[in-house]
């Protein structure tokens, strides 16, 4: 969230607590980290007390992975091509030029921690 005074970032702190009514709400406390304005937002729960959460996209099958997803930079043929070249010997750091990408991504992509539905 951003400072209404100076729009720079905030820092939060969370409460749940419960109103004179009965009802249950979130009051959240922000501080901004620049110019040090502090403020508050409150929030009203359900009548759990707790906030509705949506089913997770990723048991659904809403999340865009690999190609498919708007801000990826490599295609599916470039990932195959990446594992190949590192099983011949090239090093990570040359991959990562090569490709246009960092060094940790071209790790994640050998070790199988992204880009996993790539055999």
Not at 59 to 88: C, M, Y
Request: glycine fraction near 8%.
């Amino acid at each position: 969230m951003n400072c209404p005074k100076c729009y720079a970032q905030s820092k939060t702190g969370t409460k749940v607590m419960s109103t004179h009514q009965g009802d249950y709400v979130t009051r959240r406390y922000y501080r901004c980290l620049k110019c040090n304005h502090h403020w508050r937002s409150t929030e009203v729960l359900d009548d759990a007390g707790v906030h509705w959460n949506p089913p997770p996209k990723r048991k659904h099958g809403g999340f865009n992975t690999g190609e498919k997803h708007p801000n990826a930079i490599l295609f599916d043929s470039n990932v195959i091509q990446i594992r190949r070249e590192w099983a011949e010997g090239k090093a990570q750091r040359e991959l990562s030029k090569i490709y246009g990408v960092s060094e940790g991504c071209i790790h994640d992509i050998v070790k199988r921690k992204t880009w996993k539905h790539i055999a």
